[in-house]
């Protein structure tokens, strides 16, 4: 079915793609790699591996990575991208962009999709791929299994990459259904294990404290810990003799109260909340990633970029 879609996008494999376009390259059975013009914007790990614990531990869960103009990976991830063996990588259960809680309740059973402990997402198929020269947007099914391997959420996550100019590097729309398909389930945990969040490079964490990750709020005097229903949160972090930036922007029509992990200077951040669905029924989630190089935008400028994602128009597409 993914060579069917990639074919519809009509750019499908390397070589193939016209100068200035998103394209879309599939490793089958392990991830697909969004291209701009040829190099690497984002790579999407879906496979699933039982062969060996190892495998298993590194295939538990879909995430996005994030990469540079100059292919250099800015998210974290056992995947093989990453120089760190298992027990060098801090927290490794945090990989990329990504989603889950570590205490979703089912049929009075708690389950921990964030941590994976006997459990696991699963990527079954794409429903949708599309490309050209000023976006790319895919659409993939995920299942988040019990410990029997039966689904209890059935997602359906749509990702959409507009096309910017520098130093913007990623400019990314992710929407998620969740629906519960089995009976009703809680989304539950703690700010620091649950939700849509971002995880940095482990050099980040592995680094002094000239990499090291540094928070900025929407205004002065915000304690994350204790203040709720932030708009948006953005990290910066360096690696190399490079430095990233990175806005979290959380839609107002998520579910409240909405609590921002944003303080680990290894580089993790994200928005949590607790809620119910319903046997049957689904929630719809919104959030928008910004990405760039280079040092911190000023507030003003993140606002902005905000009142756009919430009010619009329309993401301003710029030919790079």
């Known amino acids: 079915m993914v060579a069917g879609l990639l074919a519809a996008a009509i750019i499908c494999g390397p070589g193939v793609a016209r100068a200035e376009e998103f394209s879309w390259k599939d490793t089958k059975g392990q991830y697909l790699d969004l291209l701009f013009g040829g190099r690497k914007v984002t790579r999407y790990m879906y ?3 039982t ?9 538990y869960k879909p995430l ?26 801090r927290y490794p259960h945090h990989r990329g962009i990504f989603i889950g809680w570590n205490r979703l309740t089912f049929e009075g059973n708690q389950y921990d999709l964030w941590h994976m402990k006997d459990v696991q997402q699963v990527h079954r198929e794409f429903l949708e791929l599309s490309a050209g020269p000023t976006k790319a947007s895919s659409t993939a099914l995920i299942h988040w299994n019990d410990k029997e391997g039966k689904p209890i959420i059935a997602e359906k996550r749509r990702t959409t990459v507009y096309r910017q100019s520098s130093p913007t590097i990623l400019f990314m ?3 998620t259904e969740l629906t519960a398909v089995r009976g009703d389930v809680l989304l539950n945990g703690d700010p620091e294990h649950a939700g849509f969040q971002y995880r940095a490079h ?7 404290q000239d990499v090291k990750a540094k928070y900025l709020f929407h205004q002065d005097g915000i304690d994350p810990r204790k203040d709720q229903d932030l708009p948006w949160v953005a990290m910066s972090y360096g690696l190399g003799d490079r430095s990233y930036s990175v806005q979290h922007m959380n839609h107002p029509d998520n579910p409240k109260p909405a609590i921002y992990s944003a303080y680990r200077d290894y580089g993790r951040f994200g ?9 049957g029924e689904t929630l719809k989630l919104s959030y928008r990633i910004w990405v760039g190089q280079g040092k911190m935008p000023e507030r003003e400028e993140l606002a902005k970029r905000y009142s756009v994602f919430v009010n619009g128009p329309e993401v301003n597409v710029s030919r790079r």
């Open 51 to 59: 062969s060996t614990p190892q495998r298993v531990f590194e295939t």
């Open 202 to 208: 482990n050099d980040v964490a592995a680094g002094g």
């Open 271 to 279: 928005a949590f909340f607790k809620e119910t669905i319903k046997a």
């Open 64 to 89: 996005h990575h994030v990469f540079d103009a100059g292919g250099n990976l800015l998210t974290n991830g056992p995947d093989g991208e990453n120089p760190y063996p298992k027990d060098k990588i």
């Open 173 to 175: 729309d992710f929407e």
């Open 47 to 49: 496979a699933y591996d």
